[in-house]
Structure formats: structure tokens, C-alpha cells
């Protein structure tokens, strides 16, 4: 006898077990069917309602483009609002990331028409595509912007486009003169990065840089590489400087080695003036202790 009750209460384990199957085979005709056997017996069992959600969600394929960045928002949205927490109580762990690989391919194809609008940063094709891993299609899209190394997010979506495929040495340039142009979005960017060696820099940045404690400190993270990292000077100079961006003029440092002794003079006096702290840092590294 206590082995029927056993098996009974199983019973809803293998009918859940039956939905999560069909989900998992993003079979949605199939999931429905299994999703009404679950609840014709147990109407109120916990999984049904997120269940439910995949389920439709794998019914509904729609593939006509966006029409305009508000219906690419409302899309989006309810991507992130509700099929992706759904996915995360039902689905495996170890698969929710491939699970929603296509849902985010199939939004960036939906909104690969859609120009980029700068008070409407997020609704385009080109993050869409990070998210479903799609780096390549990523650096397509964001190639599409007009100026887009001058712009915070479209140049944060191709640094982060461009380590994922050729790795962190190859981001470099575009890490630095993100660093100058949005400090928030570099620092933002670092830990969906994932980089242990990056994440040591920041961290002993964070530590040792003589700044004020604000996110703008981020600016200096190029210059002050050059003072403790002197190896990177040839990835980091591969970067735009930009001669009206006091941050960008910091790394002008790089040129200490090329043997000018009149021009190192005024690039140490140029970054005095710029930042009194790093400067000190600088010169620091260079002091010749004598017995």
C-alpha cells in the first residue's frame, strides 16, 4: 500500500516531467497537450503557470519585422519580464542560456530594419544579438550606425562584440576609448566581460588609483595602464585619441620611449596639469633609487 501511494504521488512528477520534455524539444503543440493532462490532474501544481508561458511562447512565431522601436520594446519587454524568469524556474540551469538563444535571435532578425535611435539605445538589433551570442551579426549591425565609435552604447555593443571573438587583446583600443567616452559604461562592461585578468586591472585600479572614488575615475583606467603596464602601450596607442578629451591626451605617455627627451619633458608636464594624482604615480615608477 505504501508503495502505490508512491507511485501516486509521482504520477505528477512524470506529467511534469512529460511538459518539461516537449519544452526542452521546443515541440509547442506538444508541450500544450502534456500541459493539459498536468492540468486536468493537478490544476494548481506550482510549475503550470511558468510552464504555460514557454509553451506559448513556442506557439507563437511571429517573424514580421518591427514595424517601429516601440513594438520592438513591447517585444522585448516581455522577453525579459516574463519568458526569461519563466525559463529560469522550469528549464535546467545548465541549458536556460541555449533555451534562449533563439528567442533573442529571433527579436534581432525581427528588428534588423530598425535604425538606431539614440534616446531609444536598448531597442535594436545589435544587443539583441550579443544576447543570443550572434557576435559576428553584432558587428554587422553596430557597422550599420553611422559614427558609432562615437556614441556610448553602439561602441560598448562592438567592444563587447569584438573581445568575444578575437579576445581581449584585439579589444583593447576600443575598451580605452570607451573608457574616455562613457567611464559608467566601461565599468559596466567589465564584469559581463567575464575577463579574470581584466577583472584583477580593475580591481588593483580600484585599489591604488588616486582618484576621487566617482565613476568618472573609470576615464583615467587607460593612462594609468600605461603607467603600471607599460607592455600594453602598443594595444592601447592602436586607440583613437581624441585631442579635446583631457583623458585621451593622458595617454599621449605611450611616446616616452621614442627617445624625444624635449617631448617627454612637456608630455610629464602635460599630465602634471591633468591629473596630479596619476602624475604622481608615474613618476613614482620611474624614480632611480640609488644605494
Request: net charge neutral.
Amino acid at each position: 500500500m505504501q508503495q502505490l501511494d508512491i507511485l501516486a504521488d509521482s504520477r505528477d512528477v512524470m506529467l511534469r516531467n512529460d511538459v518539461l520534455g516537449q519544452l526542452l524539444r521546443r515541440d509547442g503543440a506538444a508541450a500544450r497537450e502534456s500541459l493539459d493532462r498536468l492540468a486536468a490532474e493537478y490544476p494548481d501544481d506550482g510549475a503550470f503557470p511558468a510552464m504555460s508561458v514557454l509553451a506559448r511562447e513556442l506557439e507563437r512565431t511571429p517573424v514580421a519585422p518591427f514595424a517601429d522601436h516601440a513594438a520592438l520594446a513591447v517585444a522585448r519587454r516581455h522577453l525579459e519580464n516574463e519568458v526569461v524568469p519563466a525559463v529560469r524556474r522550469v528549464i535546467p540551469a545548465q541549458t536556460v542560456c541555449a533555451w534562449l538563444t533563439p528567442c533573442w535571435s529571433a527579436l534581432a532578425q525581427r528588428a534588423a530594419a530598425l535604425a538606431f535611435c539614440g534616446a531609444d539605445a536598448g531597442n535594436h538589433a545589435a544587443p539583441l544579438w550579443l544576447r543570443a551570442g550572434e557576435w559576428a551579426a553584432a558587428r554587422k549591425a553596430v557597422d550599420g550606425i553611422e559614427s558609432w565609435r562615437r556614441i556610448p552604447a553602439p561602441l560598448a555593443w562592438m567592444t563587447e562584440a569584438r573581445y568575444r571573438t578575437s579576445g581581449l587583446d584585439d579589444a583593447w583600443p576600443l575598451l580605452t576609448e570607451l573608457a574616455w567616452l562613457a567611464p559608467g559604461r566601461f565599468a559596466a562592461l567589465l564584469p559581463e566581460l567575464g575577463d579574470a585578468s581584466l577583472d584583477a586591472l580593475r580591481r588593483r585600479f580600484d585599489g591604488e588609483f588616486p582618484g576621487t572614488g566617482a565613476m568618472e575615475d573609470y576615464a583615467w583606467f587607460p593612462a594609468w595602464l600605461l603607467v603600471v603596464k607599460p607592455a600594453l602601450v602598443g594595444r592601447l596607442g592602436e586607440a583613437r585619441v581624441q585631442r579635446d578629451v583631457m583623458f585621451s591626451r593622458a595617454t599621449a605617455l605611450r611616446r616616452e620611449h621614442e627617445g624625444d627627451q624635449h617631448e617627454l619633458v612637456g608630455l610629464r608636464q602635460e599630465l602634471s596639469r591633468l591629473h596630479e594624482g596619476l602624475f604622481g604615480v608615474y613618476m613614482a615608477t620611474r624614480r632611480v633609487r640609488h644605494p
